[in-house]
T-cell receptor, first 113, second 116 residues
């Protein structure tokens, strides 16, 4: 069965510092990978997705993620954190042809002024 | 505006009192799904529907029912709610896979349910 692991349930970074949120997947075939963001009292919004077109994927709000097959990873980064980035972030995976999207347990990002 | 709409957004109820959380999407999506979100557990799928009259269990279906009589609606029914069903619930939809669709889900705003 598909699974995805997010290392670190809570991450704190200073405003202006690099943001790095980690995600590792277990799929044995090249998957589709997603990062979603959840702001307080809101639903989940797609940040970016990997669908095999390019290993470095750029998303909204300055975020990007790199697919590394050898490491089965899809870490999310942003060069300079902003206060508005404070939210919970979810990594998700699906195989091509698999109807289910499997989510990680989430990482809460706190930005320190 | 393309959206998934859930109601109610907030609900406090008591053990055993039947309730329904409605979900409606205006994007003509075939696939719809319900998730629950709990601290430390992420999102877990309750039920999903591939199309009208086609539903199937997800990972945590116990205590829930669904129906899909119309393409746009996918209500979640708790026949006899219990405190362990206190959670944040999300409805989501997407088009059928293929034809350029890659499984991205579109989410509603969430329904926070408390069962006393």
């Amino acid at each position: 069965a598909q699974s995805v692991t997010q290392l670190g349930s809570h991450v704190s970074v200073s405003e202006g510092a690099l943001v790095l949120l980690r995600c590792n997947y277990s799929s044995s075939v090249p998957p589709y990978l997603f990062w979603y963001v959840q702001y307080p009292n809101q639903g989940l919004q797609l940040l970016l997705k990997y669908t095999s077109a390019a290993t470095l994927v750029k998303g909204i709000n300055g975020f990007e993620a790199e697919f590394k097959k050898s490491e089965t990873s899809f870490h999310l980064t942003k060069p300079s954190a902003h206060m508005s980035d404070a939210a919970e972030y979810f990594c998700a995976v699906s195989d091509f042809g698999n109807e289910k999207l499997t989510f990680g347990t989430g990482t809460r990002l706190t930005i320190i002024p | 505006e393309a959206q998934v709409t859930q109601n109610p957004r907030y609900l406090i109820t008591v053990t055993g009192k039947k309730l329904t959380v409605t979900c409606s999407q205006n994007m003509n999506h075939e696939y719809m799904s319900w998730y629950r979100q709990d601290p430390g557990l992420g999102l877990r799928q309750i039920y999903y529907s591939m199309n009208v009259e086609v539903t199937d269990k997800g990972d945590v279906p116990e205590g829930y029912k669904v129906s899909r009589k119309e393409k746009r609606n996918f209500p979640l029914i708790l026949e006899s709610p219990s405190p362990n069903q206190t959670s944040l619930y999300f409805c989501a939809s997407r088009p059928t896979l293929g034809q350029g669709n890659t499984g991205e889900l579109f989410f509603g705003e969430g329904s926070r349910l408390t069962v006393l």
